[in-house]
């Protein structure tokens, strides 16, 4: 039997799984990210996770047809060379040929929120839309959007970078070097950013100890402590809930999609989080419009790896696509 492999690189883990050919990982392996700054380092770490999924599936490399990657980042031309990898620093590194000369296999690039939405497409939350706009929210913003069918990736490969528009003037520094992009606010970092702010009007928030204590606070701990009440973690969603939303409205305007996926850390708070956005947008966009639904991604943080693999097994659909090209 044939496999595909898929990788979700992310800014602080490296997602691998082995793919069958119903769409289903039937092994995998998740790395955290070292080296940073380092991408040969990350290349090497990248190899490992493969041949760890493909060991705890009794995989041997041999069956495996190729090998895709979601990077945090635009994949550009012909040569697929990378750009705006700001969390990885990953730009211009020829990470294509570098895998294919540590694994011996066929490599496909393309952006994460690209394959997290197309995975979506083929066998989640986005089969049978033609029209469909994700966000993946995690350690930075990525959007993917399917329009008519076909992903939109723009003249060069960097279009649909929408957590790179700018939702706040003068606002958080943003990773891409310009200030108050979407990703300064609606990623994990934008959320832990805002509640830092309003923990210094509260020197009583529960979160103080574990700041001190840990150092570093986390996304799933301020909505915890929100859900307990506690009045800066309150502040922080709720201000955080504010500029999400304005951020998927602006994507709703210019895309007009069939529905809105939600991936990414953030989407583990589940139906709630759907909900509530879908009631801000209603309120956003006008009472009297009608608001697409908003769906959190079936696959999960799977999404990504099952999209990336399938890069490889529907290659000639991948070719097709305006903006994309295979990378072989």
Known sequence: ???????????????????????????RCALPVQGKGDPMKIAHLMTTAVCSAARECHVDMGQIHSIGIGVPGAVCGEAKEIRLC???????????????GLTGKKIYLENDANVAVYGEMLAGAG??????????????????????????????GMGAELGHMVIEMDGYLCTCGRRGCFEAY????????ICEDSMKNDLASSLWPVLKSEGKLDGKLIFHEADRGDQAACEAVLRYYRYLTAGIANGIRVWDPDCVIIGGGISNRGQGLADELHKRLQKELGEQEEIPPVVIASLGNDAGIIGAACLGKEENWYESIGGMRASG
């Open 1 to 27: 039997m044939e496999y595909f492999c898929g990788i979700d690189l992310g800014g602080t883990h490296i997602a691998a799984g082995i793919v069958n050919q119903k769409y289903k990982i039937v092994g």
């Open 186 to 193: 609606a990623s994990a970092s934008g959320l832990i950013h």
């Open 127 to 156: 089969v049978g839309m033609d029209n469909i706009l994700m966000f993946t929210l995690g350690t930075g913003v990525g959007t993917g959007i399917l329009k008519d069918g076909q992903i939109f990736a723009g003249s060069r």
């Open 86 to 100: 700001n969390n990885l620093r990953l730009d211009g590194f020829p990470l294509k040929a570098t895998m294919e």
